[in-house]
C-alpha cells in the first residue's frame, strides 16, 4: 500500500481492497452477533476498525521486520482481539 500514496488510481484500488475487507469482517461480526457469539455492547463498527487496523500492522509488521513476527504469533495477536469480543 506503501506505493498508493501520491498515485491516485493505486489508491482507489487500495481503498477498494479496505472496503471490501472492511465489509466481510462487518458481516461476519453482525452473524456472530446474531448467533450470540459476541459479548453484549460490542460496537460493530469499532471492531471493523480494530479489525482493519490490526491487519494492516500485522501486515506492516511482516514486511518490514519477518523475523519479529511468524504465522504463529501473528493468530495469537489475532486470536487475541477475538477473545475480546466473545462472550
Same mark, same amino acid.
Given at each position: 500500500? =506503501? %506505493?498508493?500514496? =501520491?498515485?491516485?488510481?493505486? !489508491?482507489?484500488?487500495?481503498?477498494? %481492497?479496505? #472496503?471490501?475487507?472492511? #465489509? $466481510?469482517? $462487518?458481516?461476519?461480526?453482525?452473524?456472530?452477533?446474531?448467533?450470540?457469539?459476541?459479548?453484549? !455492547?460490542? #460496537?460493530?463498527?469499532?471492531?471493523?476498525?480494530?479489525?482493519?487496523?490490526? !491487519?494492516? =500492522?500485522?501486515?506492516?509488521?511482516?514486511? !518490514?521486520?519477518?523475523?519479529?513476527?511468524?504465522?504463529?504469533?501473528?493468530?495469537?495477536?489475532? #486470536?487475541?482481539?477475538?477473545? $475480546?469480543?466473545?462472550?
Amino acid at each position: 500500500w =506503501g %506505493e498508493a500514496i =501520491g498515485n491516485h488510481n493505486l !489508491m482507489k484500488i487500495q481503498n477498494d %481492497e479496505v #472496503d471490501s475487507f472492511c #465489509d $466481510r469482517v $462487518r458481516a461476519l461480526l453482525v452473524q456472530a452477533e446474531e448467533d450470540r457469539e459476541l459479548r453484549k !455492547m460490542v #460496537d460493530i463498527d469499532q471492531a471493523v476498525h480494530q479489525c482493519l487496523i490490526l !491487519m494492516d =500492522g500485522l501486515s506492516i509488521q511482516s514486511v !518490514m521486520y519477518p523475523e519479529r513476527n511468524d504465522a504463529e504469533e501473528q493468530v495469537a495477536i489475532v #486470536d487475541e482481539l477475538l477473545t $475480546r469480543l466473545r462472550p
